[in-house]
């Protein structure tokens, strides 16, 4: 535990010292405008009707489900994704799991290829998220890990992200032991020091790929090697 402690200290000491390029947050918005209007305009123009028909087919309830995250400086936000669960009074307060009994039958293939979160751009285009960044939590968890995690409010100081470092390492899903969280704030960190227009566009990369092997996966039944 205490070398955890002062792998962390040094962490936030090196986060501290850093300044990324003066022109990097100009140039960051305006690839998260650009790439968040044309997925918009190019794809859930027709997917957002298709995908709303089979939630609505599978399950009763909305088809956005809208929750409550911590963004930028810990300002709340409603955080936009496609509904994957049967409707419940612990969605804001219980992790999903793998096998989950609350996940509907379209719910599973929408998390597995992350379709789930595609609304997610229109949380960009606002201005509440980036593409790319630590991904932002539900207010119970922030509260609790914050509380835990040595210099976890750190990773509120960059705008949130549909997907990040700690993402792309395979750090993602239901967190199930604190040295796993500790291991993506590790990660959320090292992103905050060397953020840069082309480690975004290589998380954005990895992110896709990722991406396009999980749903084959799934769609097949075969593991890619």
Known sequence: MASIRYMFQEMNQQYLEHQPASYYMAVKRVMDVTLSFAFIALVMSWLMPILAILIKLTSK?????VQKRTGYMG??????KFRTMYVN??????QVSINDKRITSIGRFLRVTHLDETPQFFNVLLGDMSIVGPRPHMLYHTRY????????NLR???LPGMTG??????YIGEISVERELRKRIQWDIYYMKNRSVWLDINI???TMGCVFVKAYEMITGKKSK
């Not at 309830?61 to 489900?65: A, D, I, L, R």
């Not at 300002?75 to 936009?80: A, L, T």
């Open 61 to 65: 309830g909305p088809v956005f489900f």
């Open 75 to 80: 300002v709340e936000f409603n955080c936009f």
């Open 89 to 94: 009074d612990e969605a804001d307060v219980k």
């Open 145 to 152: 890990y914050s509380e835990c995690i040595p210099y976890y």
């Open 156 to 158: 509120l100081e960059v």
């Open 165 to 170: 470092m700690a993402q792309i390492k395979d």
């Open 204 to 206: 954005l990369i990895s």
